[in-house]
């Protein structure tokens, strides 16, 4: 700890000197304006000790000059004088001091003074510390949010992009999106579709992400059965996956003709809006993924037809449990009024867009507390 002392009355000077030394705090003393200016500079102290009347200057202007030195610095100073009046007291305090101590002092009320001034100095001096830290992780985190964001926006590029058979929605509810929604045509023709909901949201609910993005596309090429792909998929999340978290999803086969292969765990049940505006609905009856080891994983598929007009919507639990600014849950019934609703539209992308605002709407200024994802798909060859 450092003290600067500007006094052009050498008594002064030793006091200080003595009661800040017997604190073990360094000290320079100087007479004038001119030399406290370069001392300040040059000494960078933590405390500041200065009369109104100084040598060369005022002590008002020099005050002012030393807070402006200071930058961001938290440099306490201290007006020592025999001019006590409140006329000059409130001057000090406008002029940028932080305490005011009349001439002649008592050397016991001065030490406490300095005491107080210290601590707030240390306290002051930690915080910094601990903000120059918290700001380095933060910028280290925000790098590697960076470098993930384009890493999974990257692989998720590979799945098809929104269409009148196609439409993929998802409303984060952090920077990082716990929702994966991937469609993609296989080589025969038939479109292969995963819904996945890892537990939470945020980075954490995305380090499963990856591997299942590779494992769907893989899919994909080789032409991989949906059981067998949705026990592959289980297999590496349960190896990969804290025991708290998991992955709530469903994995479609739909053929060109319509016809629906399944399946579903830890899912809300999806809807199927018949052409006739009857509400179909698939089952997730499964455990999701990543819970159970190889050797209890259910993969046994259930089926569905979807007929030509009729549209598959899936969603995940963030659009059932999406709460407006009364904390009342949308819930079951009115997601499937809106959905009734908003895909009779002929056109599938301008249906979505309709559900979305219903969303929007129904939330208002409320928090997002999840995730949302919705897909929808129609019965048709999707164009190449």
């Known amino acids: 700890m450092k003290l600067l002392c500007v006094d052009s009355e050498l008594v ?3 006091i200080i000197s003595l009661c800040a030394k017997n604190e073990n705090v360094i000290v320079k003393a100087v007479d004038c304006y001119e030399d406290a200016i370069k001392s300040f500079i040059d000494f ?7 009369d109104v009347i100084i040598k060369g200057g005022s002590g008002f202007d020099l005050v002012k000059k030393l807070k402006s030195l200071s930058g961001n610095r938290f440099v306490p100073m201290i007006f020592l004088t025999s001019h006590a009046t409140d006329s000059v007291m409130d001057k000090c305090f406008k002029y940028g001091a932080d305490d005011f101590i009349p001439k002649p002092f008592n050397e016991v009320l001065f030490n406490i003074r300095l005491k107080t001034h210290i601590r707030h100095v240390e306290l002051m001096k930690e915080m910094y510390r601990k903000n120059k830290a918290l700001t380095y992780y933060q910028t280290m985190i925000e790098r590697e949010h960076d470098m993930a964001h384009n890493v999974l926006d990257h692989i998720q590029t590979r799945s098809e992009k929104n269409s009148e058979h196609v439409v993929i929605t998802r409303l984060s509810a952090a920077s990082f999106n716990g929702d994966l929604a991937l469609v993609k045509t296989r080589p025969d023709g038939a479109r292969l579709v995963f819904v996945g ?18 494992a769907f596309f893989d899919a994909v090429d080789d032409l991989l059965d949906v059981n067998q792909l949705a026990s592959q998929l289980n297999r590496i999340l349960f ?3 804290p025991d708290y978290m998991f992955c709530a999803g469903y994995l479609i086969l739909m053929t060109p003709h319509g016809d629906i292969t399944y399946w579903g765990g830890g899912m809300p049940h999806a809807f199927i809006r018949r052409a006739n505006n009857k509400i179909d609905y698939l089952q997730s009856n499964h455990m999701p993924l990543g819970i159970l080891p190889v050797d209890e994983f259910e993969a046994d598929l259930q089926c569905n037809t979807l007929n030509n ?3 598959l919507i899936i969603v995940s639990d963030g659009v059932l449990e999406l709460k407006n ?12 009024t809106l959905i009734s609703e ?11 867009e309709k559900i979305e605002k219903k969303l929007t709407d129904y939330r208002g200024e409320s928090v997002q507390l999840d995730d949302i994802t919705l897909v929808a798909l129609r019965n048709a060859c ?3």
Do not use: N, W
Not at 44 to 50: F, G, H, K, R, S
Not at 198 to 211: K, M, N, Q, R, Y
């Open 342 to 352: 908003c895909y009779a539209e002929k056109s599938l992308v301008l249906a979505q």
């Open 382 to 384: 999707p164009q190449q």
């Open 44 to 50: 960078a102290p933590d405390i500041v000790t200065l």
């Open 309 to 311: 007009s009729d549209t």
């Open 325 to 336: 600014c009364q904390d009342e849950m949308l819930g079951c019934d009115q997601v499937r």
């Open 12 to 14: 002064y000077r030793e």
């Open 197 to 214: 909901d890892f537990t939470g949201h945020g980075l954490p609910a995305s380090i499963g992400a990856l591997p299942v993005m590779h």
């Open 239 to 241: 190896s990969i996956l």
